[in-house]
């Protein structure tokens, strides 16, 4: 408890300062567009008051916090979804697995939690769209729904199942985890905006760039390597691998994110503008390391 509320303290002291750094270049040098940045800090103090409450109260209150942002991030992307009346029955659905994938978590039953969206909600979701309903727009609608779950509800879930996989190191992977997926976002769009020039996708998002992805895989396995030894139970291999598993999957996060939000949002440019400031822009990130960490934890360690 003492190793543990120490890194919170350093964390909370840390977002201060950079925090206030962000106030005063802000001011400094108003041309610049640092509103990415901003959104980023507001996902960090919420990230920690999560942690917060799972170290110092109890699991549980981190598992509903979870699963209320998991919610809101699914809400948002349905929201980009130009749908008829018959496909609203299947956000129903979509809304009523989300307690359900989180109860599979508090009960411990990774078997069902790793199956219950990929295998069986992909079975029964087509089931409200068939009854009555046609077969028009059946694949498009259908396969929206699914990419939402998987995304925003299985790949974010995985961010609750570490405290109950491992009780003792659970919430200190999830810090790590979050501190190295959110600093790679930040450094990739500072970079980006001061010397990003070639964009991986400029047509979704400009604020992707070659340049940007370089730096912020530079900077995230360097400080992987500076604080998984207070962090995580990992050695020194897979500390620095970890940093680079965490670049490399956020980067393709924020990306398959970016492009899915322009192709559900074409011809519809303010609301994807609107949208790059919303929850689902704050967690894109973290629906790809989420999975790829937790799996890779697993799979070489006895504690998960």
Known sequence: MNRSLFTMVLIFAVLSVIHLLYYVMGRIQPDKDYTGIGFRIKTWWGMLFVFCL?????????????????????????????????????????????????YWIYIGWYGMFIVFIPIYVFLF????????????????????????????????????????????????????????????????????????????VPTANPNLTWEGFACAFLVTTGASYLVYPYLTPLDLTFGIVSGMLISLSGFFGSLTVSVLKRDLLIGDDDKFVALNKSYLSRVDSLTYTSPVFFHVIRYFFDFM
Do not use: C
């Open 54 to 102: 799972a170290t110092l109260f109890n699991p549980v209150v981190s598992l509903f916090s979870l699963m209320v942002l998991a919610f809101f991030a699914l809400k948002e992307y349905f929201s980009m979804m130009k749908s008829r009346k018959s496909e609203r029955r299947l956000f129903l659905w979509a809304y009523l697995s989300i307690p359900l994938q989180f």
């Open 125 to 200: 979701l087509p089931l409200p769209r068939l009854i009555n309903k046609g077969t028009v727009g059946f694949l498009r609608s259908v396969s929206r729904v699914q990419w939402g779950l998987m995304l925003m509800v299985f790949g974010l879930s995985h961010l609750a199942y570490f405290q109950f996989a491992a009780p003792q190191y659970g919430a200190g992977l999830v810090l790590f985890l979050v501190v190295l997926t959110q600093l790679g976002d930040a450094v990739h769009y500072l970079a980006s905006i001061y010397f990003g020039k070639r964009k991986v």
